[in-house]
């Protein structure tokens, strides 16, 4: 169902409040660059800054805004599996194609707690679901066992996985296990070059909201098996990967997203502040080794 290259959408805040016309210039931007997809409300959209409101707002606004063209897969995931499946039902009154959802951080369930919290967003949602695996931040890891559970109880509703675990026998477990059709897809920019050469079919990047092109153009290449030409792009990116997380995440893209737009907000919310001096010096250089500015 999902493929290629799907940003994970920065949320442009402008005097602490979401900048509606910034966001739908960049959900434009963003399709005609190529990109296959589009997640609103993930890790990089500072969802957890958000009120319930204001994160359901931004999903409008992106399906709104997208028009169809590609499809949105928004962020739904929380702690709570109420307000998780409350995301969800919002999602897809807005006309969301899928749901995205991390399994409970904080909370640390066991791998029974992290399937019955599945079972209820699956059986009640109504939506496809995407899973994110992302132990670095929720703590809560999906165990390859857990996710062969759902998509085995829910084969026509759980469709696919983020992973960012950055263990890449996973894909080949995944594969094993829950089939060819199970869309798996890199969470981890720098690894994405052999997570598709393991049988991953893209990526939910934080580089494409910078290199929105680019990363599209790498994508089709590996789609094609052309893994040479790809890694020639994986060359041009790979320092952008890494300076985008030489600070906390999202200050350092939101800094990039300023250089390649100018007069793209860069404002973050607090605990978030602005990449470092040394953060901003690595983006510039990598920025200019990409090619994507002088």
Not at 86 to 114: C, D, F, M, S
Not at 159 to 176: N, P
Not at 216 to 237: H, S, V
């Amino acid at each position: 169902m999902f493929s290629g290259s799907i940003p994970a959408l920065v949320t442009p805040f402008a005097d602490g409040r979401f900048d509606e016309a910034s966001f739908r210039a960049l959900v434009d931007w963003q399709i005609e660059s190529g990109s296959s997809a589009l997640v609103p409300c993930g890790t990089t959209g500072e969802a957890a800054t958000m009120t319930i409101e204001e994160h359901d707002h931004v999903v409008r606004v992106c399906v709104d805004q997208a028009r169809g063209r590609v499809p949105v897969i928004a962020g739904c995931g929380s702690n709570d599996t109420a307000v998780a499946l409350h995301h969800i039902h919002a999602a897809k009154a807005a006309g969301a194609t899928a749901a995205l959802l991390v399994p409970p951080y904080y909370n640390r369930p066991n791998q029974e707690g992290v399937f019955r919290h599945f079972e209820v967003l699956a059986s009640q949602g109504g939506l496809p679901i995407v899973l994110y695996n992302v132990p670095g931040r929720t703590i809560t890891d999906i165990a390859v066992e857990t996710v062969e559970r759902i998509v085995k109880a829910f084969p026509d509703v759980v469709v696919g996985i983020k992973d960012a675990t950055g263990q890449m026998a996973r894909v080949a477990e995944h594969r094993a296990r829950c089939g060819t059709g199970f869309a798996q897809l890199s969470g981890n920019d720098d690894m994405t070059l052999a997570f598709m050469a393991m049988g991953g079919v893209g990526a939910i990047s934080v580089t494409a909201n910078v290199a929105p092109a680019m990363c599209a153009e790498f994508q089709d290449a590996c789609a094609a098996g052309d893994f040479a030409r790809a890694l020639t792009i994986q060359d041009r990116l790979f320092p952008l990967h890494a300076a985008l997380f030489s600070d906390a995440s999202p200050g350092p893209v939101k800094y990039a997203m300023g250089r390649v737009r100018p007069g793209f907000p860069t404002d973050l919310r607090l605990p978030m502040t602005p990449a470092s001096e040394a953060s901003r010096a690595a983006v510039d250089a990598a920025l200019a080794h990409a090619g994507l500015v002088r």
